[in-house]
């Protein structure tokens, strides 16, 4: 779709001062298209039925996992894009969206929920919206370990990443992870942090048990 190339090559592919770090929107999605490995298919309807909806997404996952390339490099830069460009009511994408991540974390797959006012904050800047887009749709890729920060919210999406990259997990990110894993409901657990890329990190703490913990400084 024209609308999605577009909003792709114009506002993903190049920096956004507003942001909060340098470099691109989103670093993959130049790549992916220079490569034709991003797939786009359209569900029509002002009102399209919620279960219709969700079987077409159910399938996008089935089809991810078996587009080629399946192993190397190359790999994690497809993208499989469902869109909703009559859709009215953008309540469904949200729904949708908090139904399905859990299974496509599972898979070692991130879900996307993109439309015109999407309110959810940036990792950067609090006050970005990066979810806001010109058609409201659903954006299907594979997990990158720079995801961390997007999956600590339920210990199963946790031990999906963990599952996926604990080879290669720097020690502090295991920390936390473990910490998450292990904290019960009355514990209070390390919070993340992440900082832009080139930032000092100062002598300003995050608490925890009321004990200083350090902010963590990673590279997105």
């Known amino acids: 779709m024209d609308v999605v190339?577009?909003?792709?090559?114009?506002h993903l592919s190049v920096e956004d001062p507003e942001l909060g770090r340098a470099g691109p929107v989103c670093p993959y999605v130049a790549p992916s298209m220079r490569r034709d490995l991003m797939w786009v298919g359209r569900i029509p309807g002002a009102r399209p039925w919620p279960?219709?909806?969700?079987?077409?997404?159910?399938?996008a996952m089935e089809l991810y996992?078996?587009?080629?390339?399946?192993?190397?490099?190359?790999?994690?830069?497809?993208a499989l894009i469902t869109a909703l460009p009559d859709l009215k009511d953008y309540?469904?994408?949200?729904?949708?969206?908090?139904?399905?991540?859990?299974?496509c974390v599972a898979?070692?797959?991130?879900?996307?929920?993109?439309?015109?006012?999407?309110?959810?904050?940036?990792?950067?800047?609090?006050?970005?919206?990066?979810?806001?887009?010109?058609?409201?749709?659903?954006?299907?890729?594979?997990?990158?370990?720079?995801?961390?920060?997007?999956?600590?919210e339920k210990p199963e999406w946790m031990a999906a990443y963990v599952k996926k990259f604990a080879p290669a997990l720097p020690a502090y990110?295991?920390?936390v992870v473990v910490s998450?894993?292990?904290a019960g409901s009355i514990r209070d657990v390390e919070v993340y942090h992440i900082e832009p890329e080139g930032v000092t990190v100062d002598a300003t703490h995050a608490r925890t048990n009321d004990k200083p913990v350090p902010r963590r400084a990673a590279s997105r």
């Not at 279960?51 to 399938?59: C, K, N, Q």
């Not at 919206?129 to 720079?146: E, Y």
């Open 51 to 59: 279960s219709f909806v969700r079987l077409v997404l159910r399938d």
């Open 173 to 175: 990110v295991r920390n």
């Open 91 to 103: 309540a469904l994408i949200d729904e949708l969206h908090a139904e399905l991540k859990t299974p």
């Open 65 to 78: 996992q078996n587009l080629p390339p399946t192993e190397g490099g190359a790999a994690v830069l497809r």
């Open 5 to 10: 190339r577009t909003w792709a090559e114009q």
């Open 180 to 182: 998450r894993l292990m």
């Open 107 to 152: 898979r070692g797959f991130m879900l996307g929920q993109f439309y015109p006012g999407c309110d959810e904050p940036g990792l950067w800047n609090k006050d970005y919206r990066p979810l806001d887009a010109p058609i409201p749709m659903f954006v299907l890729r594979s997990m990158m370990a720079t995801d961390f920060p997007f999956l600590l």
